[in-house]
């Protein structure tokens, strides 16, 4: 049973800066991939990032390219996201989740099998 934990939201003024984590542990596939999604009141939950853990791979979302790095540290299964250069429009809950093999759409939360319970992200004007 795979089980994802979210860390590190918070409340930030914009133009500021934090790093989310997501713990990942009963993960038995060698690759898979990861991604990053967010929503806030009344809105879709809507991707942000995903890594293939394969190769290494990123991809993003237009709104937050040049802004938001990806990443993971394989030994640990940790996902993280470092969020620079925050805006008020980044305000949601923000969750993790896996895509098993075979993958789908990387943005799409349809084919993302796992989830995390989400971690807040403020960011104030």
């Known amino acids: 049973q795979v089980q994802l934990v979210e860390s590190g939201g918070g409340s930030v003024q914009a133009g500021g800066s934090l790093t989310l984590s997501c713990a990942a542990s009963?993960?038995?596939?060698?690759?898979?991939?990861m991604g990053w999604f967010r929503q806030a009141p009344g809105k879709e939950r809507e991707a942000v990032a995903a890594?293939?853990?394969?190769?290494?791979?990123?991809v993003y979302a237009d709104s937050v390219k040049g802004r938001f790095t990806i990443s993971q540290a394989n030994a640990q299964n940790t996902l993280y996201l470092r969020m620079n250069n925050l805006k008020p429009e980044d305000t949601a809950m923000y969750y993790c989740?896996?895509?098993?093999?075979?993958?789908?759409?990387?943005?799409?939360?349809?084919?993302?099998?796992?989830w995390g319970q989400g971690t807040q992200v403020t960011v104030s004007s």
């Open positions: 989740a896996v895509d098993p093999p075979p993958y789908g759409i990387w943005y799409s939360p349809y084919y993302y099998t796992f």
């Open positions: 890594i293939y853990t394969g190769g290494g791979t990123t």
């Open positions: 009963g993960v038995t596939w060698s690759t898979y991939c």
